[in-house]
C-alpha cells in the first residue's frame, strides 16, 4: 500500500514519439535516459515526449498542420479536435525540443531549438515561418494513463514514425543524458542486465516492437494491438538474477501495481504474490520453475492477494515476519537478520517496521541489491498511517537500510532505483521537510490533523486529504514522542505555545 503526495486527480495530457529506423541488426529505436537529477522518472529510459502545452491547443495549428483536425480526433477517437491534434503537435514539438528532429515543412531551419522550450514561441515562430508540422506522418500506436498514487500523472498518447535517411540525433543535456539507436531486443537485454531501468509503458511497447522486420509491419501491428494499460502483462528480467511480473491490480494506493519478484536462477523464490488472476498467476509459475519459498514483505492485502493459490501450485513453505497467517496461508516466521538460502544466492530478512510492523525487506548483498516492499517506492513516497504504522519506527528502519551497500532498489511499486543511499537520503530529507511544516501548522493554530492537512498539503488533491490526514497523525505522535507538542482529546498543541 502506498501514496505519492502530490498526485494530481486528472491526468496531464502528454504524448509519446517512437521514432524507427532500419537497421543491420534489424528494426532500430531511439531511446534516450532521462538525467538523474530530474524529479520524474530521472535516469529513466524512455522515448521523446512530454506533457501537452496549453499552446499545442491553439486552434491556429490547424492551418500549420498537414493532418487535419477532423482526421486527428477520427484516428484518436476524441470528440474535440483541438485536443486530438494537441497531442500531434505535441509529440512533435517534444521531439524538436529533446533530440533535435522537427518532421515538418517550409524552412525548419529558421526554428532555433528553444524555439520548443516555450509552446508559445513555438507556435508563433512556426506561424511567423509558414512551417508545417507533417503530423500526418505519426501513426498512433497506444494510449497509457498513470494509475492514482503516481507523483505526477499523465494520460500519454503513443506515436510511431520512421525518423529521416540521414537525420543524426542531437540531444539537449537538459532534458537528455544520452541517446542511441539500439533494436528493441537489445534495449530489453539491458534492461534484464540491469543497465538501464524503464517504466511499464517503456517496457511493453518495446516488447511489442520486438520481432517486427519493417517500419509498416511495426505501424500496422501496432494499430492493431496498442500499448495500453489493459494491455498483456508485464513482465521482463530486471537483473540476471531478477524478475518481475506486474500485478494487474493498479489503482490509487498500488500505482501502476504490485512488483512480483522471483529472484535466483533456480530453484528460485518469489516475493509478494499480489493477487490471485489466473493469468498473472501462470506467468510467475512459467517464469519461475522451481520455487522454494514465497517471501511475503508485509500482510497489506495487495501484497499478499495470490499467496494462497500460488502455494497451491508450488507447494512451498511461506517466511514471513510473526506468526500470524499471510494470505490465508500458514507462514514460517522469519526473524530479523535471518539468511534464506535460493540455490546459490543467499537473501537476508531485514525488519522494517514503519509502514506495517510486520514489514520487512529482503537484502541480496552479492548484487548489492534490496527488495523494499513498500518501504521505499519507485516514486512518491510510502504511507505511515497509525496504528500499524509509526513515523519513528519508519525512520529508523531507513537509517538502518542507509548503512548498507545498496546499488539498485527493487521497490514494492513503480520502477527500480539505482543508488541506495542517495535514495534514502532524499527520503530522510523528504520526511524532515513534512516534520518541520507540520510542527509550523501546530505552531500557528492548526491543532487537528485535518487542519494541518489544509495548510500544509496544498497541492494535495481533495479526495486524497484523507489519507494524508493519516500522514499527518503518525507526524504528530513523532512530534509527540519527542516532546514538542502534546495532545488532548485528538487536539495537539505545541509546548509553549497557548
Known sequence: MNNAWGSEAEPRPAS???????????????????????????????????????????????????????????LLGLDDEDVALAFYVCALRETFEEVGLLLADGPVDSLARDDADDAERFLARCEAAGVRL????????????????????????????????????APDPREVDRCWWGTPSGALEE???????????????????????????????????????????????????????LAPNP???????????????GPTCVIDPAVHEEAYLDEICTRAGEVSCVLVTHRHSDHVG????????????????????????????????????????????????????????????????????????????????PPDGHMRDYLGSLRRLRTLHIDRIYPGHFRPLDGGRVVIDGYLAHRQQRRDAVLTAVKTGASTPEEIVATVYTDTPQHLHPVAALQVKSMLELLEEEGVVHRSEERWTAHGVD
Open 191 to 245: 534492461l534484464a542486465a540491469g543497465e538501464l531501468m524503464m517504466a511499464p509503458p517503456t517496457i511493453e511497447m518495446l516488447q511489442k516492437l520486438v520481432g517486427h522486420g519493417t517500419i509498416e509491419e511495426t505501424e500496422s501491428s501496432l494499430s492493431s494491438a496498442p500499448v495500453g494499460n489493459d494491455g498483456d502483462l508485464i513482465s521482463v528480467r530486471l537483473s540476471p538474477l531478477v524478475h518481475v511480473v
Open 16 to 74: 509519446t514519439l517512437v521514432l524507427l529506423r532500419p537497421g543491420h541488426g534489424g528494426l532500430e529505436v531511439l531511446i534516450t535516459t532521462r538525467p538523474r537529477n530530474l524529479r520524474f522518472m530521472g535516469g529513466a529510459a524512455v522515448f521523446p515526449g512530454g506533457a501537452v502545452a496549453r499552446a499545442d491547443r491553439d486552434p491556429r495549428w490547424r492551418s500549420l498542420s498537414v493532418l487535419n483536425a477532423t482526421d486527428a480526433a477520427r
Open 306 to 385: 495470490g499467496v494462497a493459490a500460488l502455494v497451491e501450485r508450488f507447494g512451498c513453505p511461506v517466511l514471513a515476519f510473526g506468526a500470524r497467517e499471510a494470505g490465508g496461508v500458514p507462514a514460517r516466521t522469519l526473524t530479523d537478520g535471518e539468511s534464506i538460502v535460493v540455490g546459490t544466492n543467499t537473501l537476508h530478512a531485514l525488519h522494517t517496521p514503519g509502514h506495517a510492523s510486520d514489514h520487512l525487506c529482503f537484502y541480496l548483498p552479492e548484487a548489492a541489491s534490496l527488495f523494499a516492499g513498500d518501504a521505499i517506492l519507485g516514486e512518491g513516497t510510502a504511507v505511515i498511517a
Open 134 to 169: 507533417r503530423t500526418d506522418l505519426l501513426k498512433p500506436a497506444g494510449r497509457w494513463v498513470t494509475p492514482l498514487g503516481a507523483p505526477v500523472r499523465f494520460d500519454a498518447r503513443f506515436f510511431v514514425t520512421s525518423a529521416p535517411d540521414d537525420w543524426v540525433p
Open 251 to 265: 489503482g490509487p494506493m498500488t500505482g501502476p501495481g504490485t512488483n512480483t519478484y522471483i529472484v535466483g536462477t
